[in-house]
């Protein structure tokens, strides 16, 4: 057992911090106040991508991977400060699709081909993927999706919708589960695809607008899209366990604590530094209380995620530690942003675009993007039936 | 003790119901969020015909001869479909100080004015300082020769863009709650109106105020003592906030409850799962928890008796319940609900402004534990 | 719409309490620091009867039972009047099982003979009936019930048992759910039947001491005991509508904030005047928060009740209001109770039998007999459940 | 960064934890809630043949050479078991002081007989006041002739009744820090030792001291300097109470589940309820976030480094979670939890004692405002 970080965990800590000094603007506070790593505009999705690069370049965004596919086998706390300075700068760049999700699933599950094709290409962060999976009918119960494959020749044809795709607008490919049988059980007649090119014929992306005015999701809409047999990952009707095994693969949720502790750090620096009817913001009793409670919330957060890295780096499979650090920082999020209310009384209602905000009106674009938190890539609901069932081995009700 | 509506406050709580349901849909909300006057003429007009904005007021003034209680019902209704149109402003934050605070003449003149929609008043109150506290006016007003020159810049102001009259706040003496309050024409020289953009997207703005000339008739109430007339107004902006979110809340139930009624995965009604029974029943609890804590304060208000702590109580309890309940909603809701098209987002952006609405929870419970004396 | 009480419901407030100070000892403080009617001590369940048939002389006990049997059709304000001023002066003597319920059941379900026999004794405050639900396979799935009553001639055989069965060791008389045909569907074989002597033969009562050393509840198992075929209330086979419909009659749940309210006083008393570390334990800044919050949640409590009662003098039926305000007050109860362990500090730990307590040692009591506030007389989870279907109309899972 | 145990606290674990499980099974801890000295001395002797007294001390005094981490290891089997034998407080509390503070002579003569169960020590520090103050210290020391004489009151002092030595803070000079630490046999004329009853029905005593005359050599460290080792050993004390009570949050956790499992109404086991599978990861997601964040304190503390923040934390995170896991646990269990028979019990009213215990949420909080500075 031991709490603090090797000299060479150190050293790389820097290093990457450093890095992000020089590549960074001044005063850089995140892409356009939020946290889409596609950022709002073309101009801030290039400077991603301009970033994404240079990390491929380094070796950081692959540090994971086995040396076989060109990885560094770096220790999971290596990766976990990677993102923790990442996330502590509020630095886009990193790829949660390719490298993170699609990247893994081919080395378990794709051809030599698919290997060959596909990961060269996602380690120098040159493609951006998406991620076909949620449909309008099938949210958490995604097992129950619509999205028709049928074999034709040498392809499979697709029908269909896709909803809540994040980046489907920057995106160059998607992997997407279909159904190729709808006879059989839910669970057994999906299959796992990759589609080359969102510009195909047949594919249209409809952009979601979200309540704090950003665009990240997106409904996507096949129509008798062609996809080469090729393309098809692992066997046929046995996708829903490829594309679910690896779901949790090399995420210790570690940024949900990061993000949550710079801005708790933001608005304890603003508490000792503000007044309210002639006292600082820090001295309101309410507000001491719940500063206190958060900040220790969040280092037991903080600490959950080290746990699940370091059971990662010994070979030990987190299921419900993912569980439980999702829904402990997902909530803190919401928290800390409602925190942040309280500090900013009145001018907590005032977005980014007025000039009258405080801390950049970041609290306000916070409060209405984290109401997603507890919603996406899992309710907080799911997450505790896995906690409950998987984690527990409490029977399925 | 007698929990019930009147036969007069039914009716008039239908009618509204009624009203708003039919005259302020969906859509009319989304409109006036983009709308640069963020109200329909029309339908104000159309409110002003129904006699509401008298509805507090006596009929010597062209009123209803009801009470604020009356008025709370009316705001729950409003509430309920988020109604865009200034109706809680103009009564509560227009003709409310003046009838509280001023002459005779004054009330005569102007209080027809606001029942009738000829005049829009609105309150300039807050500055820099947002506190509710008479410190942080630090807007100076100074009489020489029977007029009054202010300097100072009001922060939140709610429809200034709409309003031909504005009541200003304005420090005119040396002790902590000096304060008066005059009513200035929005056209004065020396006014500039500049708008503010809001998570709830309504109007408000800010009021710059560069040696603004009034008469000394202008002043309301008596030199350097409208200080309890703000805190009356904010007693009862404060309960009139808690009834809109008590009606949001509503709807946000029953909208909730009906999603989850109709909604299926796993193939069946999510509605069946315990988790979203658990959500429903504490969106309920919460929200019938909150009628009776608004109705007491507002009932007290409108009898002239003490209700300090039954005005925090409310709205503490309220500004936190009504926020959960938009996050249970979203929460049962799923990724629908966030996205912009979804009604429920509607709810879930005013309800954060209403919550640090004349007073948030610590605002109050600072309140509440020193009238407690703790 | 009046938040206020008239002049009569003041006078009868001021009535009962003047009442009450005169009938309980000096420096009163609720039996045996407990809240249990029937007390500890053999002397405190003689001193309960003796208050009953006072309050029953007094004809609050029946107060809002109807004029034809004896009552005086009270309003349901006045007996909530009634309930505050009983609670807030801890005072023992209600009788919540054959005044609250079996005494309604039997008016609208009971034969005329039946009536006769035994409304008279209620009222007067003479007997002691106990409620023989649940057992030890059937809690929250009371239905599931497996006490078995067969026919024998004029006479049912009844075999089984009973657990939480409040005050059965001094009760005289009990009524009792049964099992008469078990091969209907299980809501359709249950009877309603009342055993007139507990000392009868094959009835025993075994103690359950609960976590707060107090004996409340009851093991009663029966062996071959015989009760008379006119014993049975309304028809065979019929019980479980006899038996539930009544449950929540007359009672509008005030106890809970009356309870809360009183505690949280001394709580408030005892900060302001107690010191911690040199300063006033009000000074706290997380205990002042916490004091406000609950202050607020009893006074919402408390409304809620108000409405129940209001509610029920104008013959509309609380279905999820009852429930809503168990909810709410029994969480309260805790809630305060555990207040009050962070008010006392170290002192907390310490009960009624130290003679270095605090405030009597009560807030030990509390924390520990509060915790089956959320449990009996049905769950949280059943009540949430009671909302959920009952109340909003969601289906059933 | 390496949080998985090495192979010597591994086995140290399973040790301690086979052991446990089989020597203290729940009859032993009912039986000595009831009795008159609160612990068994057979297995008092079991556990000292084992080397546990030993683990954090130096091999030179007879210990184990390992550190208060290890210890923390051993407290959390013990916790799980709710062991009643004074392995906590001989340690923590009787030997640690004497560990930090003691001259050479002292450790020579004294850690070798708590370490091998010859001596039992105990801490005297709390008095009427009970907050962790120097300020609280009221009992008063003055020295005449090489000679202490004590006067004052001593509250929950815990195992005074087996205890052969006392360990007893008291004012020595007129700053607020001027505070000694005196080591008292237990036999001295002038002490008189009453006990409490509580709510976990643990052993803890009244000491009156009257007149207690002592020799100036059973001074342990300087005149007036005893504060800050007081504070080292009540940090070291929060952070045991919480491997207790995180050792007790598991098996309070696996139990629950076990009986959700195995319960059944309506025709299937309540742990295919959705409620019952949110109250059971609810306590499980408690339980595990409690581990890291004791452990890094325990870590820091064991290395010398400023833990301050991190204990406060742990403690207060600590204090407030598994009571919570207790009462979720009642939950699920039902009616048949808050029996008096039933293990859970016996849990949940040691939790109280726990969360009490060295400073309780809301100090510990209070505590980590002012090192935030705010």
Request: glycine share 8%; hydrophobic share 35%.
């Given at each position: 057992m031991r709490f603090a970080f090797t000299k060479e965990e150190d050293d790389f800590r820097q290093e990457v911090r450093e890095f992000l000094k020089n590549e960074?603007?001044?005063?850089?506070?995140g892409v356009a106040g939020n946290?889409?790593?596609?950022?709002?505009s073309d101009n801030e999705w290039e400077f991603t991508l301009k970033i994404r690069a240079k990390l491929a370049k380094k070796g950081w965004l692959t540090m994971a991977w086995p040396k076989e596919y060109?990885?560094?086998?770096?220790?999971m706390i290596k990766q976990v400060i990677f993102a923790e300075e990442m996330t502590l700068a509020r630095a886009p760049g990193r790829d949660?699709?390719?490298?993170?999700?699609l990247a893994p699933t081919l080395m378990i599950h794709g051809t030599e081909e698919q290997k060959t094709n596909y990961l060269p290409d996602i380690a120098a962060g040159k493609v951006q993927w998406c991620q076909g999976y949620s449909e309008p009918e099938s949210?958490?119960?995604?097992?129950?999706?619509?999205t028709r494959a049928v074999e034709d020749g040498d392809d499979f044809i697709i029908n269909g919708t896709k909803v809540w795709t994040s980046s489907a607008h920057r995106a160059d490919k998607m992997f997407i589960l279909v159904r190729t049988?709808?006879?059989?059980p839910k669970h057994r007649g999906i299959s796992f695809l990759l589609i080359d090119?969102?510009?195909?014929?047949?594919i249209q992306v409809n952009p979601i607008i979200d309540m704090a005015d950003r665009h990240n999701f997106n409904m996507v809409t096949f129509d008798n899209v062609r996809v080469s047999k090729?393309?098809?990952?692992?066997e046929l009707n046995r996708g829903w366990y490829v594309g679910a095994?690896?779901?949790?693969?090399?995420?210790?949720?570690v940024e949900y604590s990061s993000r949550c502790l710079s801005l708790l750090e933001e608005l304890i620096e603003f508490a000792k530094t503000n007044k309210r009817g002639g006292k600082l913001?820090?001295?309101?009793s309410n507000i001491k209380k719940e500063i206190t409670e958060l900040y220790t919330e969040i280092n037991v957060s903080r600490g959950m995620s080290y746990k699940i890295a370091d059971m990662q780096s010994k070979g030990e499979v987190p299921n419900k530690e993912s569980s439980m650090s999702k829904l402990l920082g997902t909530v803190l999020e919401q928290k800390v942003a409602n925190l942040g209310m309280k500090m900013l009384?009145?001018?907590?209602?005032?977005?980014?675009?007025?000039?009258?905000?405080?801390?950049?009106?970041k609290i306000e674009q916070e409060y209405l993007s984290t109401v997603s938190a507890t919603i996406a890539a899992g309710t907080s609901e799911i997450q505790r039936g896995i906690i409950a069932?998987?984690?527990?081995g409490l029977p399925k009700g | 003790m007698d929990l019930s509506l009147n036969e007069t406050q039914k009716m008039l709580k239908n009618t509204a119901k009624d009203f708003f349901t039919s005259e302020c849909p969906e859509t009319h909300v989304r409109e006036m969020e983009?709308?640069?006057?963020?109200?329909?003429k029309q339908l104000w007009e159309k409110i002003v015909n129904q006699g509401w904005l008298g509805v507090p007021f006596p009929e010597k003034y062209?009123?209803?001869?009801?009470s604020f209680l009356e008025f709370c019902i009316l705001l729950e209704e409003a509430g309920r479909v988020l109604l865009p149109e200034p109706l809680f402003e103009a009564v509560l934050l227009g003709g409310m100080p003046i009838f509280i605070s001023g002459n005779e003449k004054q009330k005569e003149e102007l209080l027809p004015k606001v029942i009738s929609g000829e005049s829009i008043i609105t309150l300039a109150f807050y500055e820099?300082?947002?506190?509710?506290?008479?410190?942080?006016?630090?807007?100076k007003a100074s009489l020489n020769n029977n007029v009054y020159k202010l300097y100072g810049t009001k922060m939140f102001v709610p429809n200034a863009n709409i309003s031909d009259l504005l009541l200003v706040t304005a420090r005119t003496g040396?002790?902590?709650?000096d304060i008066s309050l005059f009513l200035i024409p929005?056209?004065?020289?020396g006014i500039t109106i500049s708008p503010l953009s809001t998570i709830s997207s309504d109007k408000q703005f800010v009021i710059n105020l560069d040696n603004v000339q009034i008469p000394s008739?202008?002043?309301?109430?008596?030199?350097?003592?409208a200080w309890e007339t703000i805190e009356t107004i904010f007693d009862m902006a404060a309960i009139g906030k808690s009834c809109e979110m008590l009606g949001a809340g509503e709807k946000v139930l029953e909208g909730t409850v009906e999603y989850a009624k109709t909604r299926t995965q796993f193939g069946r009604?999510?509605?069946?799962?315990g988790e979203i029974q658990r959500h429903c029943s504490e969106m309920a609890t919460l929200v019938e928890g909150t009628r009776f804590v608004i109705y007491e304060a507002a009932w007290k208000l409108s009898n002239n008796q003490n209700a300090s702590k039954e005005v925090s109580m409310a709205k503490s309890w309220t500004s936190d319940s009504h926020t959960k309940v938009c996050a249970i909603a979203h929460q049962v809701h799923g990724?629908?609900?966030?996205?912009?098209?979804?009604?429920?987002q509607l709810y879930s952006r005013r309800a954060k402004a209403a919550e640090i609405a004349y007073g948030d929870a610590n605002f109050h419970r600072n309140k509440l534990a020193s009238l407690l004396k703790l």
């Amino acid at each position: 057992m031991r709490f603090a970080f090797t000299k060479e965990e150190d050293d790389f800590r820097q290093e990457v911090r450093e890095f992000l000094k020089n590549e960074l603007p001044k005063n850089w506070d995140g892409v356009a106040g939020n946290n889409l790593e596609e950022g709002a505009s073309d101009n801030e999705w290039e400077f991603t991508l301009k970033i994404r690069a240079k990390l491929a370049k380094k070796g950081w965004l692959t540090m994971a991977w086995p040396k076989e596919y060109g990885g560094q086998n770096a220790s999971m706390i290596k990766q976990v400060i990677f993102a923790e300075e990442m996330t502590l700068a509020r630095a886009p760049g990193r790829d949660g699709f390719g490298i993170r999700m699609l990247a893994p699933t081919l080395m378990i599950h794709g051809t030599e081909e698919q290997k060959t094709n596909y990961l060269p290409d996602i380690a120098a962060g040159k493609v951006q993927w998406c991620q076909g999976y949620s449909e309008p009918e099938s949210g958490s119960d995604l097992a129950s999706l619509q999205t028709r494959a049928v074999e034709d020749g040498d392809d499979f044809i697709i029908n269909g919708t896709k909803v809540w795709t994040s980046s489907a607008h920057r995106a160059d490919k998607m992997f997407i589960l279909v159904r190729t049988n709808p006879d059989a059980p839910k669970h057994r007649g999906i299959s796992f695809l990759l589609i080359d090119d969102m510009k195909s014929n047949g594919i249209q992306v409809n952009p979601i607008i979200d309540m704090a005015d950003r665009h990240n999701f997106n409904m996507v809409t096949f129509d008798n899209v062609r996809v080469s047999k090729k393309n098809l990952v692992g066997e046929l009707n046995r996708g829903w366990y490829v594309g679910a095994t690896l779901l949790d693969f090399e995420r210790s949720g570690v940024e949900y604590s990061s993000r949550c502790l710079s801005l708790l750090e933001e608005l304890i620096e603003f508490a000792k530094t503000n007044k309210r009817g002639g006292k600082l913001i820090s001295e309101d009793s309410n507000i001491k209380k719940e500063i206190t409670e958060l900040y220790t919330e969040i280092n037991v957060s903080r600490g959950m995620s080290y746990k699940i890295a370091d059971m990662q780096s010994k070979g030990e499979v987190p299921n419900k530690e993912s569980s439980m650090s999702k829904l402990l920082g997902t909530v803190l999020e919401q928290k800390v942003a409602n925190l942040g209310m309280k500090m900013l009384g009145l001018y907590g209602q005032l977005g980014p675009k007025s000039k009258h905000n405080k801390l950049q009106g970041k609290i306000e674009q916070e409060y209405l993007s984290t109401v997603s938190a507890t919603i996406a890539a899992g309710t907080s609901e799911i997450q505790r039936g896995i906690i409950a069932t998987r984690g527990l081995g409490l029977p399925k009700g | 003790m007698d929990l019930s509506l009147n036969e007069t406050q039914k009716m008039l709580k239908n009618t509204a119901k009624d009203f708003f349901t039919s005259e302020c849909p969906e859509t009319h909300v989304r409109e006036m969020e983009t709308d640069q006057e963020g109200y329909n003429k029309q339908l104000w007009e159309k409110i002003v015909n129904q006699g509401w904005l008298g509805v507090p007021f006596p009929e010597k003034y062209g009123g209803f001869g009801l009470s604020f209680l009356e008025f709370c019902i009316l705001l729950e209704e409003a509430g309920r479909v988020l109604l865009p149109e200034p109706l809680f402003e103009a009564v509560l934050l227009g003709g409310m100080p003046i009838f509280i605070s001023g002459n005779e003449k004054q009330k005569e003149e102007l209080l027809p004015k606001v029942i009738s929609g000829e005049s829009i008043i609105t309150l300039a109150f807050y500055e820099e300082d947002d506190l509710i506290s008479p410190l942080s006016v630090q807007t100076k007003a100074s009489l020489n020769n029977n007029v009054y020159k202010l300097y100072g810049t009001k922060m939140f102001v709610p429809n200034a863009n709409i309003s031909d009259l504005l009541l200003v706040t304005a420090r005119t003496g040396k002790n902590d709650k000096d304060i008066s309050l005059f009513l200035i024409p929005s056209s004065t020289e020396g006014i500039t109106i500049s708008p503010l953009s809001t998570i709830s997207s309504d109007k408000q703005f800010v009021i710059n105020l560069d040696n603004v000339q009034i008469p000394s008739s202008n002043l309301i109430g008596n030199e350097n003592n409208a200080w309890e007339t703000i805190e009356t107004i904010f007693d009862m902006a404060a309960i009139g906030k808690s009834c809109e979110m008590l009606g949001a809340g509503e709807k946000v139930l029953e909208g909730t409850v009906e999603y989850a009624k109709t909604r299926t995965q796993f193939g069946r009604p999510i509605g069946t799962f315990g988790e979203i029974q658990r959500h429903c029943s504490e969106m309920a609890t919460l929200v019938e928890g909150t009628r009776f804590v608004i109705y007491e304060a507002a009932w007290k208000l409108s009898n002239n008796q003490n209700a300090s702590k039954e005005v925090s109580m409310a709205k503490s309890w309220t500004s936190d319940s009504h926020t959960k309940v938009c996050a249970i909603a979203h929460q049962v809701h799923g990724g629908i609900g966030f996205t912009k098209e979804h009604w429920i987002q509607l709810y879930s952006r005013r309800a954060k402004a209403a919550e640090i609405a004349y007073g948030d929870a610590n605002f109050h419970r600072n309140k509440l534990a020193s009238l407690l004396k703790l």
